[in-house]
């Protein structure tokens, strides 16, 4: 079964160890800066009124707050992968603490996270930014490691 129109990525893309996903930088970076230059309030879509067909269902949902300041801000999104070669899966709650201990281990100027305060986890693959990570020159993926675990961007 394919993860197409299911909210996964698409075949091929950031798979076993990333070597598929393309470098930061280049023209993936070109097309992220002309797609955020010709953005604007009004290309937002409007949400459609409440559902009132079939049946109610319970639904949990991450949300995070996000108050905008009145200027344009871009946003960076990244695909994390949080893994133990010892283990076939990692909980949330390890993946959170994890994803946060690297953060503290590499933060500052000139590090990989330049400022823990502007990023944002969903506690499972997806982080945001305000500002770009530092990554080495031409990565095609890069892997912080402690204890038994990767942190993978």
């Given at each position: 079964m394919s993860d197409a129109g299911r909210g996964g990525r698409p075949p091929g893309?950031?798979?076993?160890?990333?070597?598929?996903?393309?470098?930061?930088?280049?023209?993936?970076?070109?097309?992220?800066?002309?797609?955020?230059?010709?953005?604007?309030?009004?290309?937002?879509?409007?949400?459609?009124?409440?559902g009132r067909v079939g049946r109610p269902i319970a639904l949990e949902s991450n949300h995070f707050e996000i108050r905008l300041s009145g200027k344009v801000m871009v946003v960076q999104q990244y695909y994390?992968?949080?893994?133990?070669?010892?283990?076939?899966?990692?909980?949330?709650d390890e993946k959170r603490e994890a994803f946060f201990r690297a953060v503290d281990m590499n933060c500052g100027p000139n590090k990989f996270f330049s400022n823990k305060y502007e990023i944002l986890y969903?506690?499972?693959?997806?982080?945001?930014?305000?500002?770009?990570?530092?990554?080495?020159?031409?990565?095609?993926?890069?892997f912080v490691k402690f204890y038994e675990m990767q942190f993978f961007l």
């Open positions: 893309a950031a798979q076993n160890g990333g070597n598929s996903m393309p470098a930061p930088g280049g023209d993936v970076a070109k097309l992220a800066d002309d797609v955020a230059n010709k953005m604007s309030l009004a290309t937002l879509s409007r949400r459609p009124d409440v994390v992968q949080i893994t133990d070669p010892f283990r076939d899966k990692v909980d949330r969903d506690g499972e693959s997806i982080c945001y930014t305000l500002s770009k990570f530092n990554f080495p020159q031409n990565p095609v993926g890069h």
